[in-house]
């Protein structure tokens, strides 16, 4: 009996093996791809970094803030752009605040303004901000040349009435302190065309004399205590950027369409459950951020491919809250949270802009790190 000798054709057994190699190297590079396209390596190197710092003794709050992660790499790269843009535009403010017409003053050992300022009543500018000042002085009703009163992150929790007697101020800044009224004055100022009172966390209305200001175009009053879009801001014609997100909205008034030049709308961290049709009417309209969480009804005209407004959805996911043995600290804390916020819709709002279209809705993501 004869052996038996299979004969195989090299050629097919070399195919099928080659076949074999060239999957196996397909896998192992889209492997390679996604570890590096993988956040897992970025936050072990930030944990290492912490436990480092940790370690030498470095507070956590000097090195770690609670914040949103958007895994969006053009987003975080116009943030990190943006905040190069704000290091140039800080040194081109330095030269121009140079000006003897123009004041400055920064830093928490600050805790009241220089004695010196009174006489200075031909300034045109006042930026002070990082400070511990508290309030603001009856006379700066002196300075009638006042064109800008940018005044963001200090104590403030006090604005004098008689600020209302700036009649050339243009725009008001007094975000990220702590105020907890506007004074009705504020609507003698019939110039202003930008108002931010962002950031304060216990503003729940404005004056209704604030209807006066009909060269507004800038407002924002996000992240205070707003139950309802102020009736004064509905009476600002000309107005075009309203920022009412991270309140207490929990429906709009039917006669949003007021605003007829309203350009960009944001509204996202409120508990909205529906939009009105008025929103239809506002022709100008180009953006509109919501919150999606309790959104059950809005116009389908919203979400039409042919229309320019961009409308986005965010599905929100809040902070988890960590305690604070001190009120104050806890303040602090918040507001922190806060500025963080809006620095990260800024530049996401920036980004969509800038695409010729948007998702439906946006899942925002977020993580703290407790070491």
Avoid at 122 to 130: A, R, Y
Avoid at 186 to 195: A, K, N, Q
Avoid at 334 to 351: G, L, T, V
Wanted: aromatic share 8%; charged share 25%; hydrophobic share 35%.
């Amino acid at each position: 009996m004869g052996h038996k000798v299979v004969v195989f054709d090299i050629s097919v057994v070399r195919a099928l093996w080659e076949t074999r190699v060239k999957k196996h190297k397909a896998r192992q590079r889209k492997e390679a791809e996604r570890l590096e396209q993988s956040a897992l390596e970025k936050i072990k190197e930030e944990w290492s970094f912490a436990a480092e710092c940790q370690r030498k003794g470095i507070p956590q709050a000097q090195y770690c803030k609670n914040g949103f992660v958007d895994t969006s790499a053009r987003l975080l790269d116009k943030m990190e752009q943006g905040s190069l843009a704000r290091r140039s535009s800080c040194a081109k403010d330095g030269a121009r605040r140079s000006s003897r017409f123009v004041f400055e003053l920064c830093g928490e050992h600050w805790k009241e303004l220089p004695d010196t300022l009174q006489e200075q009543t031909h300034l045109k500018e006042w930026h002070i901000s990082n400070t511990l000042i508290q309030s603001i002085p009856t006379y700066i009703e002196l300075f009638q040349a006042m064109r800008i009163l940018d005044l963001p992150k200090n104590q403030i929790s006090h604005l004098p009435a008689e600020i209302g007697r700036l009649k050339n101020l243009k725009e008001l800044n007094v975000s990220f302190n702590h105020l907890t009224s506007v004074p009705a004055a504020l609507g003698d100022c019939v110039g202003l065309e930008r108002l931010d009172f962002s950031g304060n966390l216990e503003l729940t209305e404005l004056p209704f004399e604030l209807s006066n200001l009909k060269q507004v175009t800038f407002v924002d009053i996000s992240a205070n205590k707003f139950a309802s879009v102020p009736i004064c801001v509905l009476r600002m014609p000309s107005l075009q950027w309203l920022d009412v997100s991270s309140n207490r909205l929990s429906d709009l008034p039917q006669d949003m369409d007021r605003l007829e030049e309203l350009q960009t709308f944001l509204l996202y961290r409120n508990k909205l459950t529906y939009l009105p049709q008025a929103l239809l009417n506002l022709k100008k309209l180009t953006l509109l951020v919501v919150s999606g969480d309790h959104l059950v009804e809005f116009p389908s005209a919203l979400c039409d491919e042919s229309s320019p407004l961009k409308f986005v959805s965010l599905m929100d996911n809040p902070l988890a809250k960590t305690g604070c043995e001190q009120g104050q600290e806890s303040s602090e804390s918040e507001q922190d949270r806060r500025h963080f916020d809006k620095e990260f819709m800024k530049a996401y709002i920036e980004d969509l802009k800038e695409r010729e279209s948007v998702p439906s809705y946006t899942t925002k993501v977020s993580f703290s790190l407790q070491l």
